[in-house]
């Protein structure tokens, strides 16, 4: 049986974006087959959002299961869908925006994305497509020539609506200060163990949806751990309610209006992690989550340098730490 998900309203565009999605990266990365099946069996459970970006090459996985799945039935309609890409640091300057899309969405095999993201605030050498990002190969990006060919993709219709990733306040508040079409969305990092209480004010105050990525923490990714999911507090609130602690954190960060993309590519988990809407939260199970000391677990090293624009952790996330 199918799991409806709630959804919020993206900013001015009227586009509905489901709160809770299946992210597609993976470390070490898996096959496409193993990808394209995973994502058929999340939208046979229910699953309508999927998180993809170029650096986590599972675009065209994720266009293959698409199109098989109206083949199959389980989709009908393009619109049944609200699906996410993000621009990668090499394509980030004025001029690749327009074509790093146009070639997502020959990966994605679709006419248009529902949203389309700056992964991380930095650009790198045009043309490279490393990872980890040589040292010597970032640049300071060009916020208000970069933001405009994001507009225009918008515009163009070929992405429903625009927003970043891994964006502080104080960046998001650059953008919004020139932006003809503000941010949609901000996703960053989001769990009990890194709340994030400060941007999610800020987002909220200014029209701008948060989507929290590594909302169990992340394990099996280059810089994630066992952090969230081995979590005292959280295990003791899971055993009380007969949740799994998968369960508490997608249920704790719904109930702080949070949009949550979630990867398991296990159909059993996969089916618990719909699982979250029909229960919440007291204000003491919420009292005991506050009191987890905070820590970030992406602090996002990858993306400095010394002879980049961002020296140091600090420079990064503007003292958001």
């Keep these: 049986m199918e799991t409806s998900v709630p959804e919020v309203v993206l900013g001015s565009s009227g586009t509905k974006m489901p709160l809770l999605g299946m992210g597609t990266a993976t470390s070490p990365l898996v096959g496409s087959e193993s990808t394209k099946t995973a994502i058929l069996e999340a939208m046979g459970l229910g699953y309508r959002h999927f998180d993809t970006a170029t650096l986590y090459l599972t675009e065209e996985p994720l266009g293959e299961a698409i199109a098989e799945a109206f083949c199959r039935g389980i989709i009908t309609s393009r619109e049944e869908l609200f699906i996410t890409t993000k621009l990668w640091c090499s394509d980030a300057h004025g001029d690749l925006v327009l074509p790093a899309l146009q070639k997502s969405l020959r990966n994605l095999q679709l006419e248009y994305i529902d949203l389309y993201l700056i992964h991380w605030p930095v650009s790198t050498r045009p043309g490279t497509y490393e990872f980890p990002i040589k040292k010597e190969d970032f640049v300071p990006m060009d916020f208000k020539a970069v933001w405009a060919a994001m507009e225009e993709c918008q515009k163009l219709g070929l992405t429903k609506a625009i927003g970043v990733s891994n964006f502080s306040c104080k960046k998001l508040k650059d953008i919004l200060e020139f932006a003809t079409i503000p941010p949609a969305v901000n996703q960053v990092e989001i769990n009990?163990?890194?709340?994030?209480?400060?941007?999610?004010?800020?987002?909220?105050?200014?029209?701008?949806?948060?989507?929290?990525?590594a909302p169990l923490?992340?394990?099996?990714?280059?810089?994630?751990s066992n952090r969230v999911m081995e979590n005292e507090v959280l295990n003791e609130l899971a055993n009380a309610k007969g949740k799994t602690v998968a369960q508490i954190c997608l249920r704790w960060a719904y109930e702080q209006e949070v949009c949550v993309v979630v990867k398991s590519f296990n159909e059993e988990r996969m089916k618990q992690n719909l699982d979250i809407f029909n229960w919440s939260l007291t204000e003491e199970e919420h009292n005991k989550i506050n009191e987890i000391p905070q820590s970030r677990g992406c602090c996002g090293e990858d993306y400095i340098s010394e002879v980049g624009p961002y020296k140091t952790i600090e420079e990064l996330w503007d003292g958001e730490m």
């Design 192 to 213: 009990p163990l890194w709340r994030q209480k400060q941007i999610r004010e800020f987002c909220k105050a200014n029209g701008i949806v948060v989507t929290a990525y």
């Design 217 to 224: 923490g992340a394990r099996g990714t280059i810089w994630g």
